[in-house]
């Protein structure tokens, strides 16, 4: 007598049903994959958006240190930086030999600006303009790039209380003169005032018969 299987085979509607199950299965997967890629692209779309401009879309080389913008900490020695490199060469070596003095009373001349570009003056005059609400209120403190001594070379400003101090008492010696009275950090070479001293002051800049060229 035939021996009866241990097992019944499987019927066409259990394989249907596996079948099926199977393939919900693999959608599913997929689903999941979908979803994970999605997700790293997204997170992946996020950090290029966040993440700084390139050098090629960085600001123009004359608004930067190359059109005369100074970090903190720069001297009256630092050649490195055409802020100074760039001022008129006898204002420069007064300005040095100014500090070397300064330095013996522990004072030190550190820039805050000197030489500009064009380019940056107008920045500088733009912004002025927003931030006093009018362009005659501006004009008391910033220059047109045709008329301000920045852009010739031929003014400096200094950073530090001690070393505004330190000129306002000793720089008519070297010939360096503060110019405005409300910019007690402007300095520019007056070599008359070595023998004569330094000539009065304008309240500001829209006194001054230069900027009115």
């Given at each position: ?138 004009a008391r403190w910033v220059a047109t790039a045709d008329t301000s001594p920045h852009v010739s070379g031929d003014a400096i400003d200094i950073g530090g209380s ?24 402007h300095y520019e070479l007056r070599t008359d005032a070595i023998d004569r001293g330094c ?15």
């Open positions: 007598m035939p021996r009866t299987p241990r097992f019944a085979p499987k019927t066409p509607r259990r394989i249907r049903r596996l079948l099926v199950l199977g393939l919900l299965c693999v959608v599913g997967l997929l689903c999941v994959v979908a979803a994970i890629t999605a997700a790293l692209g997204f997170r992946s779309q996020s950090a290029s958006s966040s993440s700084p401009p390139s050098p090629s879309s960085s600001a123009a080389p004359s608004l930067g240190e190359a059109g005369g913008a100074v970090p903190d900490g720069v001297t009256v020695f630092d050649d490195g930086y055409p802020a100074v490199a760039n001022l008129r060469p006898d204002l420069l070596r007064a300005l040095r030999s100014a500090a070397g003095d300064a330095a013996e009373d522990g004072v030190k001349f550190y820039v805050n600006s000197g030489w500009r570009s064009p380019e940056r003056q107008d920045q500088l005059l733009r912004e002025a303009v927003s931030k006093y609400g009018s362009e005659d209120e501006a001690n070393a505004t101090v330190w000129l306002s008492d000793h720089g008519a010696e070297y010939g360096l003169c503060q110019i405005y009275r409300n910019e007690p950090w000539p009065r002051m304008y309240a500001d800049p829209t006194q001054d018969p230069r900027m009115r060229q």
